[in-house]
């Protein structure tokens, strides 16, 4: 193959050259598509049929420092990175940790929120529950979510004790308040606010993690400009307040 016809076919077939980023593609339809399961509070649920949370507010900031609209698309963990694979939508948010993992699919902002994996029990079992030694019991029963980080981390250190895989994130908290689980995994943020929610309910180890992640949110993993503008959005809404804001509405 000639040398000039080589460079061409190698320049060419570079899909991050080739690639339109989000931000053209936005600008040009007018509204930006984020994709959420709207299942995982503070950071992303319904109140009757309007979204909220944390990272839904953060999705309404970038819309409008974008100048376009905002469209919420409805998704699950298990489907959250092949959604946005099949570019069902631009960005993904809603307490999403980062991992190697997922890198591997997609592109992460820069962290958003320092996170762990703790539990949440009923009140009157915290003392017997006060550790994942006591909660992975063979007459025990855990609940989780599937699909995502937290099931991950529940199938690798609970061996012992009944794994109940529960669709509805939300549900779980009463579950565990009713007695129907005796502990539910996840992360220090959401346990604590199901605590604050609830007086059945307190986080076991929430000051004191079981692991140390990061939240982020999801764009394709090739559109660097994308995520550029991302970053920067995000270091201009901290440095002006806008942020900080929004965690005290939300108690983060």
Same mark, same amino acid.
């Given at each position: 193959?000639?040398?000039? %016809?080589? %460079?061409?076919?190698?320049?060419?077939?570079?899909?991050? #050259?080739?690639?339109?980023? &989000?931000?053209?593609?936005?600008?040009?339809? /007018?509204?930006?598509?984020?994709?959420? !399961?709207?299942?995982?509070?503070?950071? !992303?649920?319904?109140?009757?049929?309007? &979204?909220?949370?944390?990272?839904? +507010?953060?999705?309404? #900031?970038? &819309?409008?420092?974008?100048?376009?609209?905002?469209?919420?698309?409805?998704? @699950? =963990?298990? +489907?959250?990175?092949?959604?946005?694979?099949?570019?069902?939508?631009?960005?993904?948010?809603?307490?999403? !940790?980062?991992?190697?993992?997922?890198?591997?699919?997609?592109?992460?902002?820069?962290?958003?929120?320092?996170? /762990?994996?703790?539990?949440?029990?009923?009140?009157?079992?915290?003392?017997?529950?006060? +550790?994942? @030694?006591?909660?992975?019991?063979?007459?025990?029963?855990?609940?989780?979510?599937?699909?995502?980080?937290?099931?991950?981390?529940?199938?690798? $250190?609970?061996?012992?004790?009944?794994?109940?895989?529960?669709?509805?994130?939300? &549900?779980?908290?009463?579950?565990?308040?009713? /007695?129907?689980?005796?502990?539910?995994?996840?992360?220090?943020?959401?346990?604590?606010?199901?605590?604050?929610?609830?007086?059945?309910?307190?986080?076991?180890?929430?000051?004191?993690? =079981?692991?140390?992640? !990061?939240?982020?949110?999801?764009?394709?993993? $090739?559109?660097?400009?994308? #995520? *550029? =503008?991302? *970053?920067?959005? #995000?270091?201009?809404?901290?440095?002006?307040?806008?942020?900080?804001?929004?965690?005290?509405? $939300?108690?983060?």
């Amino acid at each position: 193959m000639p040398l000039l %016809l080589l %460079l061409l076919t190698l320049l060419f077939s570079q899909p991050s #050259l080739a690639q339109t980023s &989000a931000l053209d593609t936005v600008a040009e339809r /007018g509204y930006l598509r984020v994709g959420t !399961t709207f299942d995982y509070r503070p950071f !992303t649920y319904k109140e009757g049929r309007q &979204a909220a949370g944390y990272d839904v +507010d953060v999705a309404r #900031l970038m &819309a409008r420092e974008l100048g376009v609209d905002l469209v919420f698309v409805n998704t @699950t =963990w298990t +489907d959250l990175l092949p959604h946005l694979q099949e570019h069902k939508f631009d960005l993904a948010v809603g307490g999403i !940790t980062r991992t190697l993992k997922r890198q591997t699919k997609a592109g992460f902002t820069d962290p958003v929120f320092s996170i /762990g994996k703790c539990a949440l029990v009923r009140r009157e079992d915290a003392e017997r529950l006060r +550790d994942l @030694t006591a909660i992975d019991g063979p007459n025990l029963t855990v609940a989780v979510n599937p699909g995502g980080t937290n099931e991950a981390y529940v199938r690798e $250190h609970i061996q012992q004790a009944q794994i109940l895989v529960v669709e509805d994130n939300l &549900a779980i908290p009463e579950l565990v308040a009713q /007695g129907q689980a005796d502990a539910m995994i996840t992360d220090n943020l959401e346990a604590l606010r199901a605590a604050q929610r609830d007086p059945r309910l307190v986080a076991i180890s929430a000051d004191s993690p =079981w692991t140390a992640e !990061t939240l982020g949110f999801v764009t394709q993993r $090739h559109d660097q400009a994308f #995520l *550029n =503008w991302l *970053n920067l959005f #995000l270091y201009q809404a901290e440095a002006d307040g806008r942020l900080e804001l929004l965690r005290q509405k $939300h108690g983060l």
